[in-house]
């Protein structure tokens, strides 16, 4: 439907962490001696979303808490992971205000995942007649 307006759902973290390891054997630092890998690779993925889609509407969504109803399923849900690097955690903060000045929505709801938000907004958005795309872009 060529009338049909495209609404993108991007996963933050998964951005994030794309665009960390994307540099891990030539990690982008600052004057200040801050790791900016996560922030310069989040950002070149969201510009190229942008020039390359022209979304008529676009979100980003945050995890924050963990999934609750699936460690209730599952307790070893995510259990094994590693730590997430010092550098993508100070990240966090600079990315969203790279967001909210481009006035770009953030999506944060404690205790679930970005996916879960991004499933839900992507169903009513579909029966409002939207198109919808989600995901880590590739």
Do not use: W
Request: hydrophobic share 40%; with cysteine; net charge positive.
């Amino acid at each position: 439907m060529k009338n049909q307006k495209r609404l993108f759902l991007l996963d933050a973290y998964a951005l994030i962490f794309r665009g960390y390891y994307a540099f891990i054997k030539n990690p982008r630092i600052n004057s200040k001696g801050m790791d900016t890998s996560a922030i310069l690779g989040f950002t070149n993925s969201l510009l190229d979303v942008i020039k390359r889609e022209r979304p008529d509407h676009l979100a980003v969504c945050f995890d924050k808490g963990g999934s609750k109803s699936r460690t209730d399923l599952f307790k070893e849900y995510k259990a094994n992971r590693d730590e997430t690097p010092e550098a993508i955690n100070l990240a966090i903060p600079y990315i969203q205000q790279i967001l909210e000045a481009m006035h770009i929505p953030v999506i944060i709801k404690e205790g679930y995942e970005a996916d879960d938000i991004i499933g839900t907004l992507a169903k009513q958005a579909e029966k409002k007649r939207f198109s919808s795309f989600y995901g880590n872009t590739r």
